[in-house]
């Protein structure tokens, strides 16, 4: 592994860095307040290209590699968390199933104006009593006179109300289990496709969280995302490069909340000296510092091989479990350097703590990531 970024990697990062404190930081308190999707950023986002990092120019992408992405991901999220989502889950899951699976008349379509940033995208996977069991999803989709009719509801869909283009997961056969499902693209505005209740969430909340729902939903035969009743292994792949993108939006919220209590402990004064001084609190530093940067280097190893071509099913678990658990412990210990003021809003730290406990939620549980990992080491 080279330890020297690339020179188009480090402008991406300076770029996504000042873009998110110069737009960004000045809403997103507000934004997370009022749970209020910030359109206009997005969309600028959008014109920057960091809507289509990972995708080659030929497709209206800006042609980084995943190095380039962890930088520009972690910056976005150092920043706000509810960015960082909406970016990892435009890139990383609608837009790359299309770009991994699609036909060329479908990245053409659906591709290009995702990338550019003209659309934003959704996936939907998870559903009311299929989180963890992927494989349990009961939406269905059944061919008619050339069209896919399809039936059910998905759960925690980032970007539903909003998004332009969604890429959901159905049954196509039952009698096959996970070996049965397949995957669609669904348009915004066909009829029996629409968002449902929209979630009161604990953090991130400035970033869509919805159900989306599908009601003898009619979409041509076209549709349909890859081979038929392969949808479920195309998944598994989308979410080896998704869980690098979370990982990343771990390290970006957690390098917030070390960056805030390292400044924090300086200037808060007890005891006639400012906290930093005393070792209990130099002692959190360290662990906190330490920590960030072992996640860091899993992630950085992860989208390595994944631009080497690789498969990263183990290292991509690594680092989501690695960035987002010690992210978690990283964030608690900065509500307890702050005391009393990192349990009140007045202070980043409290929507750091509330942002970074999704990182081991979602698109996997930490839980699971072990499983996948532990899976990995016994089949070697």
């Known amino acids: 592994m080279d330890f020297q970024f690339k020179e188009e990697n480090l402008m991406l990062r300076d770029m996504a860095r000042d873009f998110a404190n110069r737009e960004i930081a000045p809403i997103a308190a507000a934004s997370d307040e009022k749970q209020e999707f910030p359109g206009a950023i997005v969309r600028k986002m959008g014109e920057l290209g960091l809507l289509g990092i990972i995708f080659p120019e030929e497709y209206g992408g800006a042609g980084f590699d995943y190095i380039g992405y962890v930088l520009a991901i972690e910056e976005i999220s150092a920043v706000d968390g509810s960015m960082g989502i909406t970016v990892a889950a435009h890139n990383s899951l609608c837009s790359n199933h299309i770009f991994l699976a699609g036909t060329e008349e479908q990245k053409q379509k659906y591709l290009v104006p995702l990338a550019r940033g003209e659309k934003l995208g959704a996936w939907g996977l998870t559903e009311p009593e299929a989180g963890s069991d992927a494989a349990g999803i009961q939406t269905t989709a059944v061919l008619e006179g050339g069209e896919w009719v399809l039936n059910g509801t998905k759960n925690f869909i980032t970007n539903a109300t909003v998004g332009d283009i969604a890429v959901v997961m159905a049954k196509t056969d039952k009698s096959l289990g996970h070996k049965g499902i397949s995957a669609f693209i669904v348009e915004q505005g066909t009829p029996g496709f629409s968002a449902g209740r929209k979630e009161n969430k604990l953090g991130l909340r400035a970033s869509d969280t919805a159900q ?169």
């Open 212 to 380: 989306l729902v599908m009601e003898n939903c009619r979409i041509p035969e076209e549709n349909l995302l890859g081979r038929i009743n392969h949808g479920f292994s195309d998944t598994m792949r989308i979410l080896d490069g998704g869980r690098i993108s979370i990982a990343a939006l771990a390290l970006g919220i957690t390098r917030c909340a070390l960056d805030e209590s390292i400044r924090y402990s300086k200037e808060r004064r007890q005891f006639g000296q400012p906290i930093a001084d005393f070792q209990a609190v130099q002692i959190m530093l360290a662990d906190m510092a330490t920590d960030l940067e072992a996640a860091r280097l899993l992630t950085l190893r992860a989208a390595f091989l994944k631009d080497q071509g690789k498969t990263v099913n183990q290292e991509s678990a690594m680092a989501k479990l690695m960035a987002a658990d010690r992210g978690m412990e990283i964030c608690t210990k900065a509500i307890q350097i702050h005391g009393g003021y990192g349990y009140t809003k007045d202070y980043p730290v409290e929507r750091c703590f509330r942002d970074i406990k999704l990182c081991q939620i979602g698109e996997g549980t930490s839980e699971i990531q072990r499983l996948v990992i532990a899976k990995s080491l016994l089949s070697g």
